[in-house]
């Protein structure tokens, strides 16, 4: 069965870069959430968006934004990345409108900020 | 947003059953207790989920108490590949099923 798809898998940036990571859900998935997790610490939601529009923010820096396009993919865009940007960062997929609550998630990405 | 609270961490042996407990004293009605596991260097991975009847799948049993403050996710034959953090987590349609994610129990299976 097809599975979340993150791209790419490693990215090591410089502070003060620009990071795009990407997002592909399982087919027919509605809902895209992004997570972060920072080394030793437990995930923390950042944002999520249902049928393209944003549902809800969590604890999302105002350096990031995120987008969900019309094929469903989405986008989380960092910029004047910090020291403390390092972490994996999960991308989740729901069917929201199928009443399935359940998420799944990708295999993450790892940013490492020097 | 409600809370759960889990041990920290738990030891079994490798094909003996495993109780994770979890409290949610502060659940409402709404809310959803899920179950997510999360093995070293991954995502983490949907275990199972309920409101209010205990739930049964390929991959766990899920025990509700009648009062809904406290369940127990069980594993019936632990394997080294069941080592991982549970994660112990209410959601609700009205934080559109957001996952707040708590400290977790780290399960270790000794062989």
């Known amino acids: 069965a097809a599975g979340v798809i993150q791209s790419p898998r490693h990215l090591i940036k410089e502070k003060r870069e620009t990071a795009t990571l990407k997002c592909y859900p399982i087919p027919r998935h509605d809902t895209v959430y992004w997570y972060q997790q920072g080394p030793g610490q437990d995930p923390q939601f950042l944002i999520s968006?249902?049928?393209?529009?944003?549902?809800d923010k969590g604890s999302i820096p105002d350096r990031f934004s995120a987008q969900q396009f019309s094929d469903y993919h989405s986008e989380l865009n960092m910029s004047s990345l910090e020291l403390g940007d390092s972490a994996l960062y999960f991308c989740?997929?729901?069917?929201?409108?199928?009443?399935?609550?359940?998420?799944?998630f990708g295999p993450g990405t790892r940013l490492t900020v020097t | 947003d409600a809370k759960t609270t889990q041990p920290n961490s738990m030891e079994s042996n490798e094909e003996e059953p495993v109780h994770l407990p979890c409290n949610h004293s502060t659940i409402s009605g709404t809310d959803y207790i899920h179950w997510y596991r999360q093995l070293p260097s991954q995502g983490p991975e949907y275990v199972i989920h309920?409101?209010?009847?205990?739930v049964n799948n390929r991959m766990a049993s899920l025990a509700i108490a009648e009062d809904r403050k406290s369940s127990t996710l069980i594993l019936h034959r632990a394997t080294l590949r069941d080592a991982a953090v549970y994660y112990c987590i209410l959601c609700s349609m009205d934080s559109n099923y957001q996952l707040i994610w708590g400290a977790g129990t780290k399960l270790i299976i000794k062989p």
């Open positions: 968006f249902y049928e393209k529009m944003q549902s």
């Open positions: 989740a997929s729901s069917y929201r409108d199928l009443g399935a609550y359940e998420q799944y």
């Open positions: 309920g409101l209010t009847s205990n």
